[in-house]
């Protein structure tokens, strides 16, 4: 493949141009499994390179030994996405890949599902954006109820909820106390849009259920349910959902 702005050929599809630093890939989307992981350059819509990095787990290994081969694997897939310096970055797989790789990366993952990410990435990148709410977590809470429930992992949930950037408020409500007790800890699952794009986070805590109230930037049922599934996705990251 050659630069689409100055022919250069480019060493794989999709690369950032060094000679006349131009961008031939505006979205990335990683396929992150434990053992193989497939990193998809997109250009306009269209597939433009695709590149398959794997590993082979230390099954046996010491505690070490695993850690290194995993942030060795995430740095292979870092480097092929920092090769691309694309626009966006759509990730699904493995939460121990994502984790690993999240922190070598310097973008916001957008989650995608289903059983082809890439094509419904390309089928997102036709809707609208959603406005990024640019606040400190702390700063999207609101309503007259204060108290959590759950302690430490009840805030771990709320702030968590809160630093997603299409959030742009958190209203914690009043603490049911006559719900199924739950022998797990705390637990959260953020529920189906409304017509608006909000959801209702519910944070169970043995027998007590908390709704909070959560206010996106969606506008809409369809573009709520996607930051709705990346809040599940943040809450299953953070190990508070099973």
């Known amino acids: 493949m ?36 497939t990193v998809t ?7 433009v390179g695709q590149r398959t990095v794997t590993t082979t787990p230390e099954g046996e290994g010491s505690d070490e030994a695993v850690v290194v081969e995993l942030r060795n ?27 690993a790789v999240r922190p070598q990366l310097h973008y916001e993952f957008f989650r995608v599902e289903g ?12 809707e609208p954006a959603l406005e990024v709410v640019d606040a400190a977590p702390a700063e999207k ?4 109820h204060s108290t959590l429930i759950g302690g430490r992992s009840g805030q ?8 997603h950037p299409h959030v742009k408020k958190v209203i914690p409500g009043p603490i049911d106390a006559g719900g199924a007790s739950s022998p797990t800890g705390v637990r959260a ?24 109230r959560v206010v996106t930037t969606a506008g809409d049922r369809e573009l709520g349910e996607h930051v709705r599934a990346d809040l599940n996705e943040a809450l299953r990251e953070a190990e508070l959902q099973e």
């Not at 809470?141 to 007259?144: A, P, T, V």
């Not at 771990?156 to 630093?163: D, E, L, P, S």
């Open 156 to 163: 771990r949930v709320i702030q968590t909820v809160a630093g």
């Open 141 to 144: 809470l609101g309503g007259s």
């Open 189 to 212: 699952k953020a529920t189906r849009a409304d017509d608006n794009g909000n959801v209702r986070v519910l944070i169970r805590d043995g027998s007590s259920v908390q709704e909070n």
């Open 41 to 47: 350059a997109l250009l306009d819509g269209a597939v």
């Open 115 to 126: 059983e082809d990410p890439v094509q419904r990435v390309i089928d997102r990148q036709g």
């Open 2 to 37: 050659d630069c689409r702005q100055c022919a250069t050929p480019l060493d794989r599809p999709g690369d950032y141009c060094l000679v006349c630093h131009t961008a031939n890939t505006d979205a990335a989307v990683l396929e992150l499994d434990r053992e193989r992981a």
């Open 73 to 99: 694997f995430a740095g292979l897939v870092a480097d092929e996405v920092r090769r691309k310096r694309p626009e966006e970055v759509y990730v699904t797989g493995d939460r121990d890949v994502i984790a």
